[in-house]
Structures are given as structure tokens and as C-alpha cells.
């Protein structure tokens, strides 16, 4: 290992990638200054142990997480937007687990558990969504209201036994934060607010994410646990050798990484600058030339000449700034060149990944599959601002993929990010067999580029150990 990288005389956590500027330099250098959520760090060293590999497969494993983890955790079930008028419901399934988010009066969202309480047929399939009055049993027709009161139970008078008032729905906590519709089946777990943090809720409060809607909704199955497959997507170290089309305009070696008490971790990753892996190698023309990350691909239309002295992230965060107002009728003139243009990637712990930024707008959640824990459940949405005139559109439909089919055939996804989805699937079937194969029973983490896997690992390891 080359030595210059291997500073002893600092202390673990503290290196960074060395004479090269910080995701901090680089965003004080922007002509739109960013906002305080954006210019401030939060890392913590936290250990360099390995983490034990049996996690990713030992069926025992996957059992304590169903136990101790999933039953204790808020997860994001839907958005409000699925359900926007009383009557609306969406199924949302966590392993054996199903329940039905219905909005039952304007102000009231419910998570009914999705199982019949006379001999537990499922009330409404599993990935489906509709509008209703009424949640009637297939079976034998016992019928709940939507407030889940037992409104009918056919045959009253051969179950004198029953109580009507004991036989409503069962329910999951509920709570609502931008937009997003978050469930807990644990009654005394803390609020959505106290579990994520005050630091979280400053952030989120900025990005007004109430104020989008699902363009795009992908649905896929990826051959790997799923914590190994969020792991994925933790960390920018792995760009230079995974994709590295997109290394010329990222500065992925330089990105930021922060810890948010127990349960929210981000990056900040910065686009329209050189990898220091390829320092000396592209001109800043090059960069803007090669900057192909998502809707950036936009950027063919306009002219991709630099003047002299400009940089090529200042000439993407223009013009993407000019691009969105346009796109969506608003003024952006104070959103900040970071905002519009970075990568900001943001885990809610356990399943689901928060990408608040202007171009790369997405949510990510994952589940392990019921079937299989060696198997996800990956989902991608874009959540792209509502046009100011005109009716807020609807939800985009899920559009499943398999096991086998790319990314790239998913219709409505840009062909290019599926592309980089596909280079991370390939790492996951490869990372899956491989654990399971080695000799050595830990994982080996850097102590600052992929704090965000330790950080959810130990968030994993409280929970399944019943604390
Ligand atoms: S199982 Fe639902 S009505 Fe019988
Ligand atoms: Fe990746």
C-alpha cells in the first residue's frame, strides 16, 4: 500500500484524501451559497472492528432481525400521494407481515394489520392499492368499516362469543413527515420526530419534499441480503472502480459522510468536479463533457463550451438552475449550486435512503424478500416537484423487474442511472456468493468513507440483540 496514503501519525478517522479540497472546500467556492444543513459535518469515529459476515446469511440471523428489528423500526409504507382521499388504501408488506394504509378522514391515517380476525384471510392482496368503503373478507364476507370497527359478521348468531367491540382492525402506529407516510407495529416505540432527530428534522424541513410527486416508481429483486445491499449504496469509494463513467465529473474520493444519532446517516457527494483519483488526467472541458449522472444528461441540448476561467460545476449548476425553473414554472435563484447539483444521500434507518437533491431526486427502500433472506426487494422512486399550475399529477405506477432484467428496460428510468444500477447488481450477486464463501468472517471497513455501513451495522446489531 502506498505509504503517502498512510498517515500513523493521525488518528483513526481523522485522514482524509490527502492535499485534495473537501466536499466543505468545494461548496465554499460556489457562487450560490449553501444553507447551514449543507455546510456543516457530523462524524464520529466509531471503531475500526470487522463486522461479522453471518448476518448477510444465517437464516438464524434473518429470524432475530424479523423479532427484534422490523417489528420496532418506523418504516416508510407509502407516500400521502398514494392515498390522497378518504377511502384510499395501499398494502404495504414487511416479511410476514402486511397491512393496509387507509386515509380515513382527511386528517386520519390508519395501518390496519391486512388479515381477516375470523380465520385470517388477507383482506387485500399484496402490492395492490385502490379506494373503498368498506374492507370486506373474501372467504365468508365478514365485513370492517373503514374506521376498523367489525361492521358485519355474517351468521351473527353462531358466534355469540365474539364481541363486536373486541374485533376491530388491529392497528400499526402511524405518523406522517413530508409527505411521506412512516408505520412502527410498536406501540411504545419513541416519535417519528424523537427516532429520527432534531438534526434530521432541520434538514428535512428545507427540502420541502411534500411538494413532489412519484414520476417514476421501480420495483426490482436483487440477489443479495438486503442490508448488503443497502450497503451498496453507502458510500462514493467504490465509483473509481465500479463506475467509473461517471468518476470524470465526481469528486468521489472527497465526498463528506455524517452520522445523525442512532438511526440517520448521509453523504454528500460532489458533482461537476474531477475524481482525485484522476487528478491531472481531465481538463475542466472534459468534465463538463463526461457529466452524464441523471437528468444532467440533459445538458446535450445546451452549449457545452466553457469561456475561459469557468469552471465546469459552475456551468452545471447554472444550467441545471435554469433548466428546473423552467421545467416546473419556479424561481430558484436562492437554491444553492450544492443543492441543485450534489449528491446528497441521507439513510433513515432501517430500509430506506433519502436523495433530496434537485438532480438526482430519489427515495430507496429495501426489504428482505418473505421468501428468501438472501434475496431484497430494492425499490426506486424519483420524486420530481409538482408543477406550480395545473393538477398535481398522480403516483407513478410500480414497474417490476425480476432478478435477470436490467435496470435500462425499466420504462421511465434514464437509461444511463440504470445503467450504474446494473454495475452495483453485478457487485451484489459477486459480494453475496463471496461472503458466504470466505474464509474470513468479518468485514473489513474504512474508518471514514464507509463509517455509514458501520454506523447502520451497529443501529442493526442494538436492535437484534433486544436492545
Ligand atoms: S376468513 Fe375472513 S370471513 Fe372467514
Ligand atoms: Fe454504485
Known sequence: MSEQLKDKSMAFGEARYPDEPSTQD??????????KWVRSESYEYLGSEDISTDRYYDPEFSKKEYDNLWNRTWQFACREEHIPEPGDYYVYDIGRHSFII????????????????????????????????????????????????LK??????????????KFSLPEAKVETLAGFVFINMDHDAPSLEDYLGPEFMDHINNWGLENRYIQCHVSKLIPANWKLTMEAFMEAYHVIETHP???????????????????????ISPLGVLSPHLKGQYTEQDILDQFTVGDASVLGDVDRTLKDGET????????????????????????????????FSYTLFPNTFVFPGISLPMVYRFRPDP?????????????????????RPDPAEPVYLDEFQSFTEAEGMDPGFGAILDQDTENLIMQQQGVEASAKPGLTLGNYQEIRVRHFEMAVDKYVSGQ
Not at 384471510?121 to 374506521?147: I, Y
Not at 428546473?324 to 447539483?341: C, G, H, I, K, M
Open 102 to 149: 387507509t386515509r380515513v378522514a382527511e386528517n386520519d391515517i390508519r395501518a390496519y394489520y391486512n388479515a381477516c380476525l375470523h380465520r385470517g384471510t388477507k383482506l387485500r392482496a399484496s402490492n395492490t392499492e385502490g379506494c373503498t368503503q368498506e374492507f370486506k373478507c373474501t372467504f365468508h364476507g365478514w365485513t370492517w368499516n373503514l374506521d376498523g370497527t
Open 245 to 267: 463513467q461517471v468518476a470524470v465529473s465526481n469528486a468521489d474520493a472527497n465526498s463528506q459522510y455524517d452520522t445523525y444519532g442512532e438511526h440517520v446517516n448521509r453523504f
Open 371 to 391: 421468501k428468501d433472506h438472501r434475496m431484497t426487494i430494492y425499490e426506486v422512486f424519483f420524486l420530481r416537484p409538482v408543477p406550480k399550475e395545473g393538477e
Open 26 to 35: 468545494i461548496i465554499a467556492s460556489d457562487k450560490v451559497e449553501a444553507p
Open 312 to 343: 465546469a460545476r459552475q456551468r452545471m449548476a447554472d444550467t441545471m438552475r435554469s433548466m428546473f425553473e423552467q421545467a416546473t414554472n419556479t424561481d430558484l435563484s436562492d437554491v444553492s449550486d450544492s443543492e441543485l447539483l450534489d449528491c
Open 152 to 165: 358485519q359478521a355474517v351468521c351473527p348468531w353462531d358466534f355469540p362469543h365474539v364481541e363486536e367491540e
